[in-house]
């Protein structure tokens, strides 16, 4: 029960287990842009989604890189490890950041984003993590993409540990690019990230005065094969096609169980965590207004090693993870997701872990 990848469901093992075939051709082409589609109605946009391989660092260095060019200010905001994580990815793209942020634990405030939009008129656009799970938090991403789109500036949002948990409506919300990726919410294995493009970003991308470096990280270059292609070969890279395959039937248990049940589903449980580990005594991280449904975080009691705790737990059953950065030895990590996000597993887990307590703090 770490914050990703997710244990997955039997069926979705089912679907890597067959004979390869080719990544090409036009049967695997229909398959493939199935699923693409599949994804779009899962995040609500008609813009371009492209599946391929690699993590969701990959898909954010995709998007810094096209939507952006060296030189170019872009307001970045942080307030946990993956925020930074984006400051560090637009550094890499030689992007001017300019650096907004929240203590960890605190959702992004969408005014201040609008304010610092207002003070750096230069800034071309802004890029946000919408789950945080370093604190279990859920940055408001449609406030905040009220206020980027009121000044004209693209929105970037990662949404690698928020799709397929909480709603997420691209097009309606004023996302112009999103990264998610296959291990998380969506429930399947690693291997696949999942970058989608709206009209917008693809007029920046059109008005650059620079090209666009790399190859692997040209959304230019995905989207001439997914148009040329589509029939044969909609992308230029081998592709994991047991993973695809995966996501697929994935994809498939989402669609059987409806959306909104599953956002609920993933609410009831994260609920239930924060109730139950709140009466052992014990102090959650993230903010209480903004919780994210897919990890629950929490502070171990004085004089115990978070990495001793970690390991006692998994002794018993429960495999999570430490917390990240300055947190990590005093922060667990529980992920909630698909498979595992069950009233069961919330109340069998704080169960055990007030046992183990108990037996510690004698």
């Known amino acids: 029960m770490i914050p990703g990848p997710v244990e997955v469901e039997d069926e979705v093992l089912a679907a890597m287990g067959g004979q390869l075939v080719a990544h090409y051709g036009a049967e695997w082409a229909h398959y493939y842009n199935r699923i693409v589609q599949e994804l779009r109605e899962l995040v609500g946009t008609k813009g371009d989604v492209f599946v391929y391989p690699g993590s969701g660092h990959l898909g954010v260095d995709a998007c810094a890189a096209s939507l952006f060019e060296p030189g170019e200010q872009v307001v970045v905001a942080t307030n946990g490890y993956f925020g930074e994580r984006l400051i560090q990815l637009a550094v890499a793209n030689e ?36 789950g945080e799970t370093s604190t279990a938090t859920l940055n408001p991403v449609r406030e905040i993409a009220r206020e980027v789109k009121a000044r004209g500036r693209l929105f970037v949002v990662d949404a690698v540990s928020s799709a397929g948990v ?82 697929g039937a994935s994809l498939e248990l989402i669609r059987r169980e409806g959306l909104t049940s599953r956002f609920s589903r993933h609410s009831e449980v994260s609920r239930a965590f924060r109730e139950g580990i709140t009466q052992l005594g014990l102090e959650l991280v993230g903010d209480p207004d903004h919780p994210l449904p897919s990890v629950t975080a929490f502070c171990t009691p004085a004089g115990l090693e978070a990495d001793h705790v970690r390991r006692m737990l998994q002794e018993r059953g429960f495999f999570i993870s430490n917390g990240l950065g300055a947190m990590s030895s005093k922060v667990l990590r529980v992920g909630h997701m698909g498979k595992n996000a069950t009233l069961e597993h919330a109340r069998a887990f704080c169960r055990v872990l007030g046992e183990l307590l108990g037996e510690l703090l004698r």
Do not use: C
Not at 111 to 129: C, F
């Open 95 to 130: 992007l001017d950041v300019v650096r907004i942020e929240a203590p960890w634990g605190k959702a992004i405030d969408p005014a201040v984003v609008g304010a610092a939009l207002d003070a750096h008129p230069e800034a071309k656009g802004v890029m946000v993590v919408h």
């Open 166 to 247: 909480v709603p997420l409506e691209v097009d309606a919300w004023g996302i112009d690019a999103f990264v998610t990726a296959s291990q998380k919410g969506l429930g399947a294995p690693p291997g696949l990230v999942i970058v989608g493009v709206g009209g917008a970003a693809w007029q920046a991308i059109d008005r650059r005065a620079t090209p666009i470096r790399g190859w692997s990280t040209n959304l230019k270059v995905w989207k001439a094969f997914a148009e040329e292609e589509r029939d044969f070969q909609p992308y230029y890279v081998t592709m994991p096609v047991g993973i695809v395959r995966a996501l």
